[in-house]
């Protein structure tokens, strides 16, 4: 079991950045892989990024690749999503998600509580 929970959310303008952060409780937190995923009013959750178990493996969304990166710290418990150049249209709320890999919501077992984001523009 694990219990995940974001922070570092808020009001940014746009071009602004913001660091979230999802902290881990529970075991073998360096066993999983671990994403992030975010969903907009009216829209569907959809994938961000993710970061294998070990931390050599990310895979990112194309609407953030050169602006996000995922880190983790697997002495900490601890990912990381550095949002930098931020746009209007990353407006949403964003979930940490444990226990699957890659772009597929279904395939992580374990889902933090959300943390929002809003970008003025």
């Known amino acids: 079991q694990l219990q995940l929970v974001e922070s570092g959310g808020g009001l940014v303008q746009a071009g602004g950045s913001l660091r979230l952060s999802c902290a881990a409780s529970?075991?073998?937190?360096?066993?999983?892989?671990m994403g992030w995923f975010r969903q907009a009013p009216g829209k569907e959750r959809e994938f961000v990024n993710s970061?294998?178990?070990?931390?050599?493996?990310?895979d990112y969304a194309d609407s953030v690749k050169g602006r996000f990166t995922i880190s983790r710290d697997n002495s900490k418990n601890m990912v990381y999503l550095q949002m930098n150049s931020l746009k209007a249209e990353d407006t949403a709320i964003y979930y940490c998600?444990?226990?699957?890999?890659?772009?597929?919501?279904?395939?992580?077992?374990?889902w933090g509580q959300g943390t929002q984001v809003t970008v003025s523009s």
């Open positions: 998600a444990a226990g699957g890999y890659g772009s597929v919501a279904r395939r992580y077992g374990f």
């Open positions: 529970g075991r073998a937190f360096d066993a999983y892989s």
């Open positions: 970061i294998s178990a070990e931390g050599a493996l990310t």
